[in-house]
């Protein structure tokens, strides 16, 4: 089993930072590979980026790329998710989520695939 647990979500205003966190226990979290996912109210959830185990491989949707930037230190077990120049169309709570992997490099992006999910931290950005 593994627990998830973010952080750092906050309102703030378009064209801001955030940076959140998500820490896991439970499991050697260096076997895993973690995805952010993000659900607005009347909205289906939508991926946001992806890292391998070994952190060599990241993936973003198109609606963050260049903006957002995923990282891990599996020493520490924590995943960070760097967000700049935040927009309103960011708002939601953001959940971290972490799944087996079959190899070191690989990403997963549909929700389905991944195994254990946090509770989320809200992010709200005012236009």
């Known amino acids: 089993q593994v627990q998830l647990v973010e952080s750092g979500g906050s309102l703030v205003q378009a064209g801001g930072s955030l940076r959140l966190s998500c820490t896991a226990s439970?499991?050697?979290?260096?076997?895993?590979?973690v995805g952010w996912f993000r659900q607005a109210p009347g909205k289906e959830r939508e991926f946001v980026a992806a890292i391998s185990q070994n952190g060599a491989t990241t993936y973003y949707a198109d609606s963050v790329k260049g903006r957002f930037s995923i990282s891990r230190d599996n020493a520490k077990n924590l995943v960070s998710l760097q967000m700049n120049n935040l927009r309103p169309e960011d708002t939601a709570p953001y959940h971290c989520a972490a799944t087996g992997s079959v190899s070191y490099s690989a990403i997963y992006y549909y929700d389905k695939q991944y195994s254990y999910w946090g509770q989320g931290t809200q992010v709200t950005v005012s236009s």
């Open positions: 439970g499991r050697t979290f260096s076997n895993l590979a």
